[in-house]
T-cell receptor
Framework: KAGVTQTPRYLIKTRGQQVTLSCSPI?????VSWYQQTPGQGLQFLFE???????NKGNFPGRFSGRQFSNSRSEMNVSTLELGDSALYLC?????????????FGPGTRLTVT | AQTVTQSQPEMSVQEAETVTLSCTYD???????LFWYKQPPSRQMILVIR??????QNATENRFSVNFQKAAKSFSLKISDSQLGDTAMYFC????????????FGKGTTLSVSS
């Protein structure tokens, strides 16, 4: 079974631009969560989508948004990029109805904002 | 709000030795899950072991085992017979039973295994 994939793997953007990151979950998984990883703040939960609905949201500004499609693929969008948005963005998929919520992570997208 | 604390930023161990990584958490919840994740230099986050709070028995996965002390809110990871491939950042994580799949992570412990 293929793992979680994220595209692109690396991205360089300029302050003020917007960016869209993509995450394809493991086949059959219906939940996708997004995390931001920075040296200073560590790993922080952004939001979770389940069956195309945002089920939970972390403490991030409205510039961070996401969506999920009917095939469970998810995208996250960051508008008006700031230097502090430079981070590794990880997505994780799970099949919550199967019991303890084991999440399987993708390789991440490294975003650099200049 | 729930918090997870890992008090050891860095640890080092020789091959074949045993090492214990510490984790404490704070919550008022009674039902929750605890996890240890490993992040090697490749940055791929890998689930090492999980523990359901309602289970008294400590979880074990091959060379990895936990010491779960619910009253003390402590969740340490023991790695036996350490291998070079265990070199990684280890994160302790907490998840409530009601907040979907949102994981709250500690700051991590960098483990170096040398020969």
């Amino acid at each position: 079974k293929a793992g979680v994939t994220q595209t692109p793997r690396y991205l360089i953007k300029t302050r003020g631009q917007q960016v869209t990151l993509s995450c394809s979950p493991i086949s059959g998984h219906r939940s996708v969560s997004w995390y931001q990883q920075t040296p200073g703040q560590g790993l922080q939960f952004l939001f979770e989508y389940f069956s195309e609905t945002q089920r939970n949201k972390g403490n991030f500004p409205g510039r961070f948004s996401g969506r999920q499609f009917s095939n469970s693929r998810s995208e996250m969008n960051v508008s008006t990029l700031e230097l502090g948005d430079s981070a590794l963005y990880l997505c994780a998929s799970s099949f919550p109805l199967a019991g303890p919520y084991e999440q399987y992570f993708g390789p991440g997208t490294r975003l650099t904002v200049t | 709000a729930q918090t997870v604390t890992q008090s050891q930023p860095e640890m080092s161990v020789q091959e074949a030795e045993t090492v214990t990584l510490s984790c404490t958490y704070d919550t008022s919840e009674n039902n929750y899950y605890l996890f240890w994740y490993k992040q090697p230099p490749s940055r791929q986050m890998i689930l090492v072991i999980r523990q359901e709070a309602y289970k008294q028995q400590n979880a074990t996965e091959n060379r990895f085992s936990v010491n779960f002390q619910k009253a003390a809110k402590s969740f340490s990871l023991k790695i036996s017979d350490s291998q070079l491939g265990d070199t990684a950042m280890y994160f302790c994580a907490f998840m409530t039973s009601w907040a979907g799949t949102a994981l709250i992570f500690g700051k991590g412990t960098t483990l170096s295994v040398s020969s």
